[in-house]
């Protein structure tokens, strides 16, 4: 039941990436540019930045901006945002950098160990499997990375947390506020995968011998 009401949110809402884009910054704005400072501060120089369920590409481009050296990819399951997110980079002379694709997080088509940040941010509550979801996340978070995973603070974080606990992973809950609003509206859900949870990065990614 609950597959089948997020299957047709999906196809209602998120299809047409020029719709949605109207919107996001007037929801999103003040999520994104927190998220962003929060990568800013936090990616390795010359990392790579994964943006779990990129939308129309707004936080992305916004990361690539505060950080120059920073390679952005973001990965939406709906063709329709992905190409919204791309233009946007190219309007922005960013696409050398940011990159977007189509795909299911729950099958990320990124190889082991790549990302040095992931985030995501109001996907969470779409995600069809949370479990498959979080375990493909963790298999592209290379060891000591970060993953963050914002959405409304209302959103229950015990799926996230029972996905965690399956990887020997743990999970801390923050709140986030954003812009001038007295309250937060917000939630960041940071996984810690243990570093034995994940081989290290087969010798023909890292040029090892
Ligand atoms: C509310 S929008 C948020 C988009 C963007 N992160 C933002 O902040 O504007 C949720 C997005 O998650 C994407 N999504 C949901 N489930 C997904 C999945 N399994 N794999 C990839 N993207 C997914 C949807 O297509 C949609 O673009």
């Not at 992973?169 to 812009?179: A, E, F, I, K, W």
């Amino acid at each position: 039941m609950r597959k089948a009401v997020l299957a047709l949110i999906q196809r209602r809402h998120f299809s047409h990436g020029e719709t949605y884009d109207r919107h996001t910054a007037r929801l999103f704005g003040g999520l994104h540019q927190a998220v962003a400072a929060d990568v800013a501060a936090a990616a390795p120089a010359g990392g790579v930045v994964l943006d779990a369920g990129c939308g129309s590409g707004r936080l992305a481009v916004l990361i690539a901006r505060r950080r120059p050296d920073l390679q952005v990819r973001g990965i939406d399951l709906e063709p329709g945002m992905v190409e919204v997110a791309a233009r946007r980079a190219e309007r922005e002379n960013l696409a050398g950098r940011v990159q977007f694709s189509a795909a299911d997080l729950a099958s990320l088509p990124l190889p082991d160990d790549s990302a040095d940040v992931i985030v995501s941010t109001a996907s969470l509550h779409h995600w069809a499997d949370v479990s498959a979801v979080i375990a493909s996340l963790g298999r592209v978070l290379r060891p000591g990375g970060e993953l963050w995973i914002y959405d409304f603070r209302i959103v229950p974080a015990g799926r996230v947390r029972s996905a965690a606990r399956s990887l020997d992973s743990q999970v801390d809950r923050t709140l986030v506020r954003t812009g001038r609003f007295p309250a937060a509206l917000f939630q960041r859900l940071a996984v810690h995968p243990p570093r034995s949870a994940y081989p290290e990065a087969p010798a023909h990614l890292t040029g090892a011998r």
